[in-house]
């Protein structure tokens, strides 16, 4: 008895969890490239904070977010915002009344933009320059 009370007392002082929910397998059935979804919660895109209509599922960790938020992430960075994993695949799942599409996309590692060749040209270049003028300083102090 008292040991129950004493659990009582514990798990009351533990702080709530919120809890995200996602589409589970339960809830998703695949039938000729449509998905039936029933009764899903509303899930909320840790990126731009809206409700998520159109899912972007990182196929790695299966971390969802707003297919937008998600593609537009991609254009800088190709790990997951929430536990930085690799990806380069996402699953859309885009809502079409009871029924919703899904597709998987192939995402390419980002390239460098020129500016950023270019700063890093340039970073090597004054490295070099002020190595060589270190030297100069060095061998005048010699004479």
């Given amino acids: 008895m008292g040991k129950q009370k004493l659990n009582e007392k514990q798990s ?4 709530k969890l919120k809890i995200e929910k996602s589409i589970s397998k339960e809830q998703v059935q695949e039938q000729d490239g449509a998905i039936n979804i029933s009764e899903v919660t509303e899930i909320t895109c840790s990126i731009c904070y809206s409700s998520i209509a159109d899912q972007g599922i990182i196929k790695n960790c299966k971390h969802t977010y707003c297919f937008q938020c998600i593609q537009k992430w991609s254009e800088q960075n190709l790990t997951c915002p ?4 690799d990806f380069t695949k996402v699953i859309r799942i885009r809502k079409v009344g009871q029924k919703a599409k899904k597709k998987t996309y192939k995402f390419k590692q980002p390239k460098q933009s020129n500016d950023t060749s270019l700063n890093i040209n340039l970073i090597q270049y004054y490295t070099q320059l002020l190595f ?3 030297e100069i300083y060095q061998d005048s102090d010699r004479e």
């Fill in 12 to 15: 009351s002082s533990q702080p």
């Fill in 82 to 85: 929430q536990c930085r994993a």
């Fill in 132 to 134: 060589l003028m270190f």
